[in-house]
């Protein structure tokens, strides 16, 4: 088990141990202030799964969405799905966060920013993604051809061992996983 994250750790956390699918979703939110439905809960979820307590969780999405909406709008239209992924409304069911294959398989719409994004992105926008997490040229075309095969996991995996310079003999097959993974390296 590794530690809980925290508030104030995200943003470097986000960087160094997110797959592209939720490093995606969180640069919007951040430079959005905004994210839909989809990008909420596939975000949301996984940050629970990462350990993000439910007053954390709660204070984050506050803090971006007041920038754009009322506090009150917030608490009234945002907050109860925040509680409700936690279990903490409705059936109280205790949500689990999405694997790679309900996510591939999804399909975002316009201004959705949910999704894989070896699927869901333009090979432009996922060669410029993948290039800020520093792959070098041979490393994307590795990538890109795994993408191409429709190999989005193994696409995914190869990113993962570029980045961290490791192998990966599991595969990647859930965003929580990755990011498990990930801190195993770092710490
Ligand atoms: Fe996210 Fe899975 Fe796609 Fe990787 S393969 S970007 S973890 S959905």
């Known amino acids: 088990e590794y530690a809980d994250i925290s508030l104030k750790d995200i943003d470097q956390v986000s960087k160094s141990s997110f ?11 951040r430079e959005d202030h ?3 439905h ?8 996984f940050l629970k799964g990462v350990g993000l307590k439910l007053d954390d969780a709660l204070a984050f999405w506050r803090a971006e969405f007041t920038k754009k909406v009322g506090a009150e709008k917030f608490d009234k239209e945002y907050a109860y799905s925040i509680r ?5 409304e409705g059936k109280r069911t205790d949500y689990t966060p999405y694997a790679c294959q309900k996510i591939i398989s999804s399909a975002p719409g316009v201004g959705d920013h949910h999704g894989c994004p070896y699927r869901h992105f333009s090979e432009d926008n ?3 993604a993948l290039g800020r997490m ?4 041979r490393g994307m075309e ?5 993408v191409r095969n429709k190999h989005y996991q193994l696409a995914c995996t190869l990113t993962f061992e570029a980045v961290y310079g490791t192998s990966c003999d599991a595969g990647i097959n859930h965003p929580n996983q990755y990011f498990e993974e990930s801190q195993k390296i770092l710490k």
């Open 126 to 128: 996922l060669r410029a």
């Open 19 to 29: 797959p592209l699918c939720m490093r995606h979703l969180f640069e919007k939110l």
């Open 38 to 45: 989809g990008g909420r809960m596939q975000l949301g979820l």
């Open 34 to 36: 905004h994210l839909k």
């Open 134 to 137: 520093g792959l070098s040229s």
């Open 142 to 146: 590795d990538v890109m051809d795994k």
């Open 84 to 88: 409700h992924n936690y279990g903490k």
